[in-house]
């Protein structure tokens, strides 16, 4: 499975963007998709995660209420709508599907960066 982000950018804070997360196959052999980002100097970290069906979302504490996780499996996309933007929200994100033997895939990232 090969994943492909898209619509990061530059924004100013308060703004919105949303990612998208295209996979090269089907998503229903997919379990369940995460983004996770990495800010320079730190650790990556997961934002927010959704199962296959859509019906569980998880999101970090940071994010929790501004962001929100969906996914359609028609398209084979998984997206993260953020809102409220701030700058501490400035990072590469990355895309993240674990299939149902727990393989994991990665994409290559988008850089969102966010001005003060």
């Known amino acids: 499975v090969q994943l492909v982000e898209s619509g990061g950018g530059l924004v100013q804070a308060g703004g919105s963007l949303r990612l998208s997360c295209a996979a090269s196959e089907s998503t229903y052999g997919i379990n369940a998709m995460g983004w996770y980002r990495q800010a320079p100097g730190k650790e990556r970290e997961l934002v927010a995660a959704i199962t296959s069906s859509g019906g569980s979302t998880n999101y970090a504490d940071s994010v929790k209420g501004r962001f929100t996780i969906s996914r359609d499996n028609a398209k084979n996309t998984t997206y993260l709508q953020m809102n409220s933007l701030k700058p501490e929200d400035t990072a590469v994100y990355f895309c993240?599907?674990?299939?149902?033997?727990?393989?994991?895939?990665w994409g290559q990232g988008t850089q969102v960066t966010v001005s003060s």
């Open positions: 993240r599907a674990w299939d149902v033997l727990m393989r994991t895939y």
